[in-house]
Structures are given as C-alpha cells and as structure tokens.
C-alpha cells in the first residue's frame, strides 16, 4: 500500500460526512462511513463471520445473511467467495468515531479516525448508541475489497430494533461498489 493511501481514505471519510446537509444529519441518527477498495462481482457467493460470539453480533449475522440474499448474493458456507467480517456492539457516543476497524489488528491497514462529534464528555454521562462494523474480503487472496461502519447514535439505541434498518442502509451502500453482471 501506498504511503499516500492513507491520507486519502481518511480526506474521503471525512468528506462523506461534509457532503450530508446539517438538517439530514439531525434528523436521522445514523452515521455510515465507507470505503471502496475495488469492485464486488453481482451475485457473488459469501460467508459470515462474527468477531465475538454475542446474541448480538448474531442477530447482525442472520440480518446480513437475510438481506444479501434478497438482493442477489448467495450464501455459502466454507466457500471461495466474500467473508463478511461483523462487529456489532453497544457504544458510548465519544466512541462513536466512524474508525472502520481502528482496533482490527489481523488487517495489517493503517486506520486514521477523524472524530468531528468529540464534545469532551464523558462517556460516564453520554447516552449509549449502537455500532455495526462490516469488513468484505476476498476468501481466495484475503484482500479487502469493502469496508464500513453505521452508528445509530439515538439515544440508548436498541440494538435488536436497530439492527434491520442499519444492515439495510449497509447493503444499500454496498451495491455501490457491485459491477454490473458481465
């Protein structure tokens, strides 16, 4: 990877987040961020896999699973395909940095967080939120090729109510980075 790679990832994030009109980012208590590596093949096959074994990263797990399914991707267990790697816990709003795996050490990436919400709180005294973090590699190289988080930054967001809304807005920028069938 570039030297210049990162500088670049962290300018696209952070003018992601510039480009949201301050009435829309008031209105809806999501915050997404993503990253394209490359392109990801229409109807490609993938797998699941969860960073802890929590009831919650589960409920994450089986929503992905569904909503992939319903928009064209096959799951295959053990497969050659995509592995979508979940994270998915409760988060204090500080924490909530849109850091695409800052604390992932199996990448080998270098992560840069911008964290334009720090108001010096606490996280003792900020409502709780919700974060779900994706990461798409390819099975046969181990190559990323996608990455994002969403954060449902409501206060004390339910996780098991939150979950189907933000796997869908997850998918939705997904199929940005899907080419076209060949």
Do not use: C
Not at 38 to 43: C, E, H, Q, V, Y
Not at 90 to 108: M, W
């Amino acid at each position: 990877m570039s030297r210049g790679f990162g500088p670049a990832v962290a300018a696209l994030i952070l003018s992601a987040s510039l480009l949201v009109p301050a009435s829309v980012r008031a209105d809806d208590p999501m915050q997404i961020a993503v990253v394209s590596y490359g392109k990801i093949p229409a109807g490609s096959t993938f797998e699941t896999e969860i960073s802890q074994n929590t009831e919650i990263a589960n409920h994450v797990d089986t929503a992905l699973k569904d909503t992939l399914t319903a928009h064209g991707f096959h799951y295959q267990p053990e497969g050659t395909g995509l592995v979508f790697s979940i994270n998915a816990d409760p988060t204090g709003r500080r924490e909530s940095s849109l850091s695409l795996g800052v604390n992932d050490q199996s990448s080998a990436q270098v992560h840069i967080a911008i964290d334009t919400n720090d108001t010096g709180q606490s996280t003792d005294t900020v409502a709780r939120g919700y974060r779900i973090t994706l990461g798409v590699y390819e099975r046969d190289s181990g190559r990323y090729v996608w990455r994002a988080e969403i954060n449902d930054l409501s206060a004390d967001a339910d996780p098991f109510s939150a979950t189907k809304p933000m796997v869908e807005k997850l998918v939705a920028a997904l199929e940005k980075s899907v080419r076209p069938a060949d």
